[in-house]
């Protein structure tokens, strides 16, 4: 693959953008989009982008990248005919952020470490004009709950509210999956719950500290299960066995059978 010029990339974009135009002329489908018709849908394309980040596969984050960057100037297509906003706004809206918010680049500030950015960056957004008003209030209420407890745990971590030294998480950990067997011998359901979200939480927290991102992680063990679940299916299959026929022991030595190959 060539590397292309700046003037190739702004040519490009212009292109794609004609053709956006184009399209919402001239196509009944694009024509009768809204931002509300295209929100479920820019929900499915970010997470099909993630999958092909997972798979790291080059070939399909461009496409992906594609798809979401489509949805993106779509948006703006349509700010653009409310007479609100169009791409231009978009764009120096964000530079203007990025401008704002990397004052150890563009201005006099000094930040040495990633971790220094990341603390200036929640400093200024809390100044801002219009912007969060709580150090927690920047975190998405329709977040999953696993990446929501992460970033708030960032974000707390950046105001300087975190462990002094990471090793003292395991106390936690340890405190928390204590309580939760306690409600589980009790059968109050409602308390369980509510310990179990501890559990969760201390666990995501030591990731954190780890420098492990925990959502990764999870989908690394989610794909783990799959390839092994599907080896053992397949076996069953050859030995003319439905799972639901099968022992706990037979498929627990297909199991390892799919571990032993490094599935």
């Not at 070939?59 to 906003?85: C, N, P, Q, R, S």
């Not at 120096?92 to 470490?113: D, Q, S």
Request: charged share 30%.
């Amino acid at each position: 693959m060539s590397i292309h010029t700046r003037e190739e990339k702004c040519a490009a974009f212009g292109r794609f953008l004609d053709i956006l135009d184009e399209l919402r002329v001239k196509c009944p489908w694009d024509r009768k989009q809204t931002n509300e018709s295209l929100r479920s849908n820019t929900i499915e394309e970010t997470y099909e982008l993630c999958e092909a980040i997972i798979q790291n596969d080059n070939a399909a984050i461009k496409k992906e990248l594609g798809d979401v960057l489509l949805h993106v100037a779509f948006y703006a297509k349509i700010g653009e005919e409310k007479g609100l906003f169009d791409m231009a706004d978009v764009c120096n809206a964000l530079c203007e952020k990025l401008i704002y918010r990397h004052p150890h680049v563009f201005g006099t500030a000094a930040a040495e470490t990633a971790g220094q950015v990341e603390q200036n960056w929640e400093a200024l957004k809390l100044k801002e004009k219009g912007g969060n008003k709580t150090v927690l209030a920047g975190v998405p209420a329709s977040l999953p709950a696993l990446i929501k407890a992460y970033r708030i745990q960032e974000k707390a971590r950046n105001a300087g509210f975190d462990w002094e030294e990471r090793e003292q998480v395991w106390n936690k950990v340890k405190e928390e999956i204590a309580e939760f067997q306690n409600e589980i011998g009790g059968m109050d359901a409602d308390k369980a719950e509510m310990e179990c979200g501890d559990l969760f939480f201390s666990l995501i927290n030591a990731a954190r500290l780890y420098k492990i991102n925990p959502e990764n992680a999870l989908e690394r063990t989610n794909q783990k299960f799959i390839r092994r679940f599907n080896y053992v299916e397949e076996q069953a299959g050859k030995q003319g066995k439905p799972l639901n026929e099968m022992t706990l022991g037979e498929m627990d030595a297909l199991w390892n059978e799919a571990k032993a190959q490094g599935l």
